[in-house]
């Protein structure tokens, strides 16, 4: 969700510009990893399946980079599958590794870094928004469609959601200087299948796995926002540019 301060501030503007999405047939695709053997959710990318996944790159939103922006830290994503759960495993470069958040079900966007989740089927409006974070505390939030974000009701929704995290460094320690984080998130298929929408191999979903990261080292105001696939425009809930999720064996 983004209803508040500098990040509604992006997303209203976004959604006031008239971006064309591209044709499902012209989506970029990400590929995710059949595995025998489950994930073990230590946040941890040491699976054999992690080893073989191909590794997603982060980028700012073309907005940003068309103003000549860098990304200052990087990050990969890589996805992976087997008949209970879509994984999805995340290592982000980070000076600065930041949580204040306390529980799980918060916004933990306005408190410290994370990575997201965003998945939605193709031929229905409905929406998944789902959290990991660098201390492994997460969230699970649905929009029946994008006109209903920022209502209450999407918190409401019991996802079971499973996730881990380990940090390259200290957490919540401006004084020091950080390596990185890394991420994993066990997402039970029987959840995504729950309003009659298809799963497995063939099925049309779409996917994009965004970051927050606040660093005191960062020149910026406020959070760096990055994401894969590469939006054309630095909202996250920019549906049409979503990539296609394709299952392989």
Not at 93 to 114: C, W
Not at 146 to 162: C, F, I, Q
Not at 189 to 217: C, H, M, Q
Request: negative net charge; proline residues 6%.
């Amino acid at each position: 969700m983004r209803n508040q301060g500098m990040v509604a501030a992006v997303v209203v503007l976004a959604g006031a510009i008239g971006f064309g999405g591209a044709p499902p047939s012209e989506r970029p695709v990400m590929v995710a990893k059949f595995t025998e053997t489950p994930v073990k959710m230590d946040g941890v990318l040491d699976d054999d399946v992690w080893k073989t996944a191909t590794p997603y790159p982060l980028h700012l939103g073309r907005d940003n980079e068309e103003k000549g922006e860098p990304l200052h830290e990087t990050g990969e994503v890589r996805l992976a599958w087997d008949e209970e759960f879509l994984y999805v495993g995340v290592q982000y470069n980070d000076s600065d590794i930041v949580a204040e958040g306390k529980k799980d079900q918060e916004h933990h966007y306005l408190t410290g870094d994370l990575a997201e989740v965003f998945l939605k089927p193709e031929a229905n409006t409905w929406y998944w928004e789902l959290y990991v974070t660098p201390h492994g505390k997460k969230t699970h939030l649905w929009f029946p469609g994008s006109g209903r974000m920022g209502l209450k009701s999407s918190d409401d929704y019991v996802m079971e959601l499973h996730v881990a995290a380990q940090c390259q460094g200290t957490l919540n320690d401006w004084k020091d200087r950080d390596t990185g984080w890394s991420g994993e998130m066990a997402i039970p298929v029987r959840e995504l299948k729950g309003f009659g929408d298809a799963s497995g191999p063939g099925a049309a979903w779409t996917i994009l796995v965004a970051r927050y990261n606040y660093s005191r080292y960062l020149p910026l105001r406020g959070p760096e926002l990055s994401m894969t696939p590469q939006l054309p425009v630095t909202s996250y809930h920019y549906h049409d540019g979503y990539a296609a999720l394709r299952l392989e064996r």
